[in-house]
């Protein structure tokens, strides 16, 4: 197993590189936690620390504001937190699917746990999705996520998965993600969070006529450098002779690559010369292709850090192309 990726279980086409356990479709959320590597629970114990004079020890000492987490299978350490520090458990996170699957069809697919158990998250297919000119299907997902680290809110984001190259691309409208986040100083409260996410779902339909937008919206040769350049190099410079440095170099010759035809989809109608095609080249280099230790430090990157802001910038110069 991948350092970063403690444990993972999926069904069906899993997004990133088939990690982890196998799982038949439609499995109880008892099984799921089992083969994720979620059935253990973050416990608490105070912070103390010893003291010494002349050699001895003297004394322990509590911190009354810091409290240790820690799993109860291992016994490992996951982080020192403030004692306001609102815990969501692993099996919360599945449990989070229950009513969903059982009430609006939707269906787990993907869930695991990374660095140790620090993050972890599931993802579940919604039953929404659109195909593009006849052959790029696009699908609907939702994903829940939390850190007990203090990295990551715990955050449910819709989320499109483009079926020819497991492509994925948080849903966002009018310039902004989707995302509902709850801060780990109030409590994770999963009905609270399902209300404002039915808006956000909502904007599945609206979401999808800008991306057929953009499969609309043919580009020529100076459009498609001039954007790459905006959105891996920040540069409004559409000049071949411009050095955006030596990654941003290495980065604008992959997607440069990916859009020309080497990418998986680039040669289908919708993306073949288009401002969609630019967009899945971008999302294709984050998601395959950016360098990184291993496949878990990637899905990390492209899920919750530089590469998911990378992927926002994209869509929004797309947007802006396109409109």
């Excluded at 746990?113 to 998250?121: A, D, I, N, S, T």
């Excluded at 955050?155 to 998965?161: G, K, L, V």
């Excluded at 995302?179 to 100083?185: N, T």
């Excluded at 020529?220 to 955006?244: G, I, M, W």
Aim: with cysteine; charged share 20%.
């Amino acid at each position: 197993m991948f350092p970063l990726v403690e444990t993972m279980a999926d069904t069906g086409q899993a997004p990133w590189h088939r990690l982890g356990q196998a799982l038949p479709p439609k499995q109880p959320i008892e099984i799921w936690a089992r083969q994720a590597g979620m059935d253990w629970s973050i416990r608490e114990a105070p912070v103390c620390f010893m003291t010494e004079r002349a050699g001895a020890l003297v004394a322990i000492t509590t911190v009354s504001d810091q409290k240790v987490l820690y799993r109860s299978d291992t016994h490992a350490p996951l982080s020192v937190v403030s004692e306001r520090y609102q815990v969501v458990q692993p099996q919360e996170v599945l449990a989070f699917y229950r009513d969903l699957a059982e009430q609006s069809g939707y269906e787990l697919e993907t869930a695991g746990v990374l660095k140790e158990g620090k993050k972890f998250w599931a993802l579940a297919r919604t039953g929404q999705e659109t195909t593009l000119k006849g052959t790029d299907r696009v699908k609907g997902y939702l994903l829940l996520a939390t850190s007990c680290d203090g990295t990551l809110a715990t955050t449910a984001t819709p989320t499109t998965i483009r079926t020819v190259c497991n492509n994925t691309l948080a849903v966002a409208f009018n310039g902004s993600r989707s995302a509902i986040k709850v801060p780990h100083r109030t409590r994770f409260d999963a009905v609270a969070v399902k209300q404002p996410l039915k808006v956000a779902v909502s904007h599945w339909d609206s979401f999808l006529y800008r991306i057929k937008m953009l499969s609309e919206r043919k580009v020529k040769n100076h459009e498609a450098l001039h954007y790459f350049l905006q959105v891996l190099c920040q540069s409004d410079q559409p000049d071949r002779t411009v050095n955006p440095g030596l990654s941003n170099e290495r980065a604008l010759k992959t997607v440069q690559r990916l859009y020309e035809g080497q990418g998986r989809g680039a040669d289908l109608a919708a993306a073949n010369g288009t401002a969609w095609g630019l967009l899945c080249a971008v999302t294709e280099y984050v998601d395959h292709e950016k360098r990184a230790r291993n496949h878990g430090y990637r899905l990390d990157s492209a899920w919750f850090g530089q590469g998911a802001l990378l992927k926002q910038r994209a869509l929004d110069k797309a947007w802006q192309l396109a409109a």
